[in-house]
């Protein structure tokens, strides 16, 4: 896999909202799920690979995330209502704009 991330300055503000949303957001719904999936005792066999994808970093620790998780909570707690505002109201619209984003980064289709 090709690296096509590039260093650019930032004022520590937007690094701190834009981490929220591409990093440590990425970080909670995973554990977040992973936690719920446990409680309800979900047999190993029947969680597919999309699900195994999503919940990877779920196995980081909290030793490592606990204090970017405290540090940046405001803006995750942003992050985190911005996406329920489109869980909310999904539509195809969502869809759309979604697979074009992926197609753009070049990331494969799903199926």
Known sequence: M???AQGQAA???EHDADMALK???PQVLSTAL???VAQKRVDPIFI???LKTFLRLASS???VWGSVLDANARNIGEAEKDLL???NSMTGADFDRARRFMAESGEPPAR
Do not use: F
């Open 2 to 4: 090709v690296s096509r």
């Open 11 to 13: 004022e520590p503000a």
């Open 23 to 25: 990093s440590h957001l």
């Open 34 to 36: 992973a936690s719920l």
């Open 48 to 50: 597919g690979a999309g």
């Open 61 to 63: 620790s909290y030793e």
């Open 85 to 87: 505002r489109v869980i």
